[in-house]
């Protein structure tokens, strides 16, 4: 059975930092693409960064969060993480990671192959809010 155990919102001010991270077991994490959602109240749901498998090795990210977000992943402890500098209060948002097979390991933030609620494994989310 897979679990994934979310951790690291909080309420910072703009401007300060937040690392998340999610820890899975039960899956051979290092098969997996990993990505990170964000969701704030009203709004849909969107993709904000993904990583591919350590054999394909890349990364995306949403416009918004690009320069400020880092994305990462250790195969060893089998996390995946979020590094959060610069933060905004338009990242108020319920943050969700998402890992899920794909061919060639690769990630993507959009179209047929993003991960999927009813397809792939997401964490429980974690709360983020900024203040101004």
């Known amino acids: 059975q897979v679990q994934v155990v979310e951790s690291g919102g909080g309420l910072v001010q703009a401007g300060g930092a937040l690392r998340l991270s999610c820890t899975f077991s039960?899956?051979?994490?290092?098969?997996?693409?990993m990505g990170w959602f964000r969701q704030a109240p009203g709004k849909e749901r969107e993709g904000i960064a993904c990583i591919s498998t350590f054999s394909s090795s890349s990364t995306d990210y949403t416009d918004s969060v690009k320069g400020r977000f880092t994305i990462s992943r250790d195969d060893v402890e089998n996390t995946l993480y979020l590094q959060m500098n610069g933060l905004k209060p338009e990242d108020t948002a319920i943050y969700y990671c998402a890992a899920g097979l794909r061919t060639g390991g690769l990630c993507a933030l959009s179209g047929p192959n993003v991960f999927q609620p009813n397809k792939d494994y997401w964490g429980q989310g974690t709360q983020v809010t900024v203040s101004s």
């Open positions: 039960g899956l051979t994490f290092g098969l997996y693409a």
